[in-house]
């Protein structure tokens, strides 16, 4: 069965305080991996898609980087503006499968 | 410029009645999408349109009707709603192929009572 987790669930950092969040994957036939930025009340805003294993993409603090079996959100010096919660997926079949997403707090 | 919006932005029902969910885009995009998110199970597809008048399931149509006779529209339709339907719904639209980035609306909070 396709499945996309996230690790962690939730995430607490200080100001300046840099990390990574996790995006696993079981898919048969990679066709991208899309991270998106959700804030509360709000639909979720795409950052990023990947597609291939070894592909790094970057915008401001975040790059996003892609392996066979997962991909790194990296945050570097996190500014309280990046709390949010972030989203992967990736199409599957006849669906888009979403993990339950990482909810980061940046505490200035 | 409005890219794509939904209404209402908030609903609320009775068990039994009929909701209509709107969504509408000015990209133009091919393809358009519903999804319902709730707390953990996260965003979860209803149902697709690859373009006007073709329509297809995701994964938890139940309950659930839509129709695209224009590209720039895809209604959702609750044609009688249960508890189980309170949720967040949200619309999003892709430019071409299903497996294109796709863009959200800002969705619409529905509360069966």
């Known amino acids: 069965e396709d499945q996309v987790t996230q690790s962690p669930e939730a995430l607490r950092l200080q100001e300046g305080e840099s990390s990574s969040l996790n995006c696993s994957y079981t898919?048969?036939?990679?066709?991208?991996l899309f991270w998106y930025r959700q804030d509360p009340g709000k639909g979720p805003e795409f950052l990023f898609t990947?597609?291939?294993a070894g592909e790094e993409k970057e915008k401001e603090r975040l790059k996003a980087t892609l392996t066979k079996k997962e991909s790194f959100l990296h945050i570097t010096a996190p500014k309280p503006e990046d709390s949010a919660t972030y989203l992967c997926?990736?199409?599957?079949?006849?669906?888009?499968?979403f993990g339950p997403g990482t909810r980061l707090s940046v505490l200035p | 410029d409005a890219g794509i919006t939904q209404s209402p932005r908030y609903k609320i029902t009775e068990t039994g009645r009929q909701v209509t969910l709107m969504c509408h885009q000015t990209?133009?995009?091919?393809?358009m999408f519903w999804y319902r998110q709730d707390l953990g199970h996260g965003l979860r597809l209803i149902y697709y349109?690859?373009?006007?008048?073709?329509?297809d399931k995701g994964e938890v149509p139940d309950g659930y009707v839509v129709s695209r006779s224009k590209t720039e529209n895809f209604p959702l339709t609750l044609e009688s709603a249960t508890r189980s339907q309170t949720s967040v719904y949200f619309c999003?639209?892709?430019?071409?192929?299903?497996?294109?980035?796709?863009?959200f609306g800002p969705g619409t909070r529905l509360t069966v009572l």
């Open positions: 997926a990736v199409p599957t079949g006849q669906n888009f499968v």
């Open positions: 990947l597609y291939s």
């Open positions: 999003a639209s892709s430019l071409g192929v299903r497996t294109d980035t796709q863009y």
């Open positions: 898919v048969s036939g990679l066709r991208g």
């Open positions: 349109s690859a373009a006007a008048d073709i329509t």
């Open positions: 990209w133009s995009h091919s393809y």
